[in-house]
């Protein structure tokens, strides 16, 4: 059974950081482009971050861009998401998912097969 297991989030305060870990129990880890998503309530699942199966190539929605850097360690089938400079407006439920078929620049979460339980992010202003 595949599990993808979020930590790290929390309450911040605006223009502060926090750092989201996803560890996956795939065995195929290293195969799969991995994602972050958000979703708030009343919205729909949003597009955030994607990173593909070798690190090399990276992708952002426009709206953290110069804030936000994924990453990953395929030795420690984990993926992170660094959010720096936060504001409100990031409050949200963040989500990683795996994709084996997904490129980077695939925003709908329909391309993805297995995804997190989620981990909550507040961030006061």
């Known amino acids: 059974q595949v599990q993808l297991v979020e930590s790290g989030g929390g309450l911040v305060q605006a223009g502060g950081s926090l750092r989201l870990s996803c560890a996956a129990s795939?065995?195929?880890?290293?195969?799969?482009?991995m994602g972050w998503f958000r979703q708030s309530p009343g919205k729909e699942r949003e597009f955030v971050a994607a990173?593909?199966?070798?690190?090399?190539?990276?992708y952002y929605v426009d709206s953290v861009k110069g804030r936000f850097t994924i990453s990953r360690d395929n030795a420690k089938n984990t993926v992170y998401l660094q959010m720096n400079s936060l504001k409100p407006e990031d409050t949200a439920v963040y989500y990683c998912?795996?994709?084996?078929?997904?490129?980077?620049?695939?925003?709908?979460?329909?391309?993805?097969?297995?995804w997190g339980q989620g981990t909550q992010v507040t961030v006061s202003s």
């Open positions: 998912a795996a994709g084996r078929w997904v490129g980077v620049r695939d925003v709908s979460p329909r391309g993805y097969d297995y």
């Open positions: 795939l065995r195929t880890f290293s195969w799969y482009a």
């Open positions: 990173i593909s199966w070798s690190g090399g190539s990276t």
